[in-house]
């Protein structure tokens, strides 16, 4: 026999085999199985497809379909447990073929930190942080935490604390001039100094929450990683204050540059000094958010006032928390029930509220902000509530506002969609 005729035996006989491996073409894909040795394969440009599938079959490969636009085979072995590198460097050898690479895996890359009570943390799945990590993990400029103060010392908050760099620690001056002496990490209107340490453990918790040390193989991860956080102690060591204190540490919060105030407390009468307060943050373009409070039935202030966000609390069957206040003042909700984080201690512990749903919205508009820092805080708004997901009655109510915080959404919209449309507001 010939050696061309040699060949037109083996064509022939290569060709049956793949016949009678069903060939598909390009017009009915099939998805090949993960881990099944398939290969993808560029072939020289004008080689007709039937010696495509005859080179393939010489490497012990099957046609599976041909990727458009940029030509490229995808091919499986006709035998199962085939060396994949010895396949491909058979193709590599041929003349006919451009190049040859291994079918790799692809997996989704939601970013997970090494903090190891991380697991218990279910509210971080539950609003998609993981997914929004691996687009944003913060902004640079503070979370204002107006509430007991924080544990200075806690090793999942002391690298996260806001640090005021015209300040000189300790030497009893106003460096600054900001009418603050002392006021390095924040200031502390309860004792007038500059050491807003937490006594009750309240503040510790709600600033873990939006922005505890992550990745530090220790204890929790907070939802904005590179966040730092103003510490403004307005609440004493029982958990209490007063309106004069509130006002001051809001307007404290917005003059050193705070784009962001969250409220996780609450009171029940009209303040005309803690509203004026508000009004002068909204004025300076920062972004308030508040607990909505616990119990009482009717939004509390300040969540209650015009332009602060109100946030309720839900559960981790993602409901409502049953004992969250409800009202036309809600806007948003998060989760708040049995919620780790960290104490005053150098530990952590569990705590449920709407005082800790409210650091979930302050991060992840946190997050958001770091992406599009030139967004106004009313655009932030419109991202966080029209990304929300509906957990209860269709459409806006006054348990859910707009629905529970939604970290991946929030951000996949400021990346990926947002373009500077009419913005929504805060409803009430």
């Known amino acids: 026999m010939t050696r061309s005729a040699l060949f037109v035996t083996l064509a022939a006989m290569l060709l049956s085999l793949w016949l009678a491996a069903g060939p598909t073409s390009a017009a009915t894909p099939e998805s090949a199985p993960l881990d099944d040795g398939s290969v993808l394969v560029r072939f020289v440009d004008g080689l007709p497809d039937e010696q495509v599938r005859i080179q393939l079959a010489a490497a012990g490969l099957r046609a599976v379909r041909r990727i458009p636009h940029i030509d490229v085979w995808v091919a499986q072995p006709l035998v199962a447990a085939t060396d994949t590198a010895a396949t491909l460097g058979q193709l590599d050898a041929s003349t006919a073929v451009l190049w040859a690479e291994e079918n790799g895996r692809v997996t989704a890359q939601d970013t997970l930190p090494d903090d190891p009570r991380y697991a218990e943390q279910w509210p971080l799945p539950l609003i998609g942080a993981p997914g929004a990590w691996d687009l944003a993990h913060g902004m640079t400029a503070p979370i204002a935490i107006v509430d007991s103060g924080l544990d200075l010392d806690h090793g999942d908050l002391q690298a996260k604390l806001w640090r005021n760099v015209d300040e000189v620690a300790n030497n009893g001056l106003d460096d600054d001039g900001n009418g603050y002496v002392d006021d390095v990490f924040g200031y502390d209107l309860v004792d007038g100094d500059g050491w807003p340490q937490d006594e009750y453990g309240h503040g510790s918790h709600v600033g873990s929450i939006a922005g505890a040390a992550a990745n530090n ?98 559960t981790s069957a993602d409901t409502v928390w049953d004992q969250s206040n409800q009202g036309p003042e809600v806007d948003l909700a998060a989760p708040g029930e049995a919620v780790l984080g960290c104490n005053h201690l150098g530990g952590w512990v569990l705590k449920t509220g709407t005082s800790m749903a409210a650091p979930h919205v302050s991060a992840v508009a946190a997050l958001v902000w770091g992406l599009r820092p030139e967004l106004s805080s009313a655009q932030v708004v419109d991202i966080l509530l029209s990304t929300a997901v509906d957990i209860g009655d269709e459409g806006a109510d006054e348990y859910s506002g707009a629905g529970r915080v939604s970290a991946v959404a929030a951000v996949e919209k400021a990346v990926c969609r947002y373009r500077h449309a009419l913005p929504l507001v805060a409803r009430h």
Not at 235 to 257: P, R, S, V
Not at 259 to 272: A, D, K, T, V
Request: hydrophobic share 50%.
């Open 217 to 314: 193989a220790l204890g929790v991860a907070g939802v904005a990683w590179d966040t730092p956080l103003m510490v403004v102690r307005v609440l004493n060591a029982t958990g209490e204050g007063n309106t004069a204190d509130l006002a001051e540490g809001i307007l404290y919060a917005a003059d050193q540059g705070a784009p962001i105030i969250n409220l996780s407390l609450g009171y029940p009468i009209p303040s005309s000094a803690v509203k004026a307060a508000v009004d002068y943050a909204l004025d300076q373009g920062c972004l308030l958010v508040a607990a909505v409070g616990n119990q009482d039935g009717t939004v509390r202030f300040p969540a209650k006032l015009d332009g602060v966000l109100g946030v309720s609390a839900t």
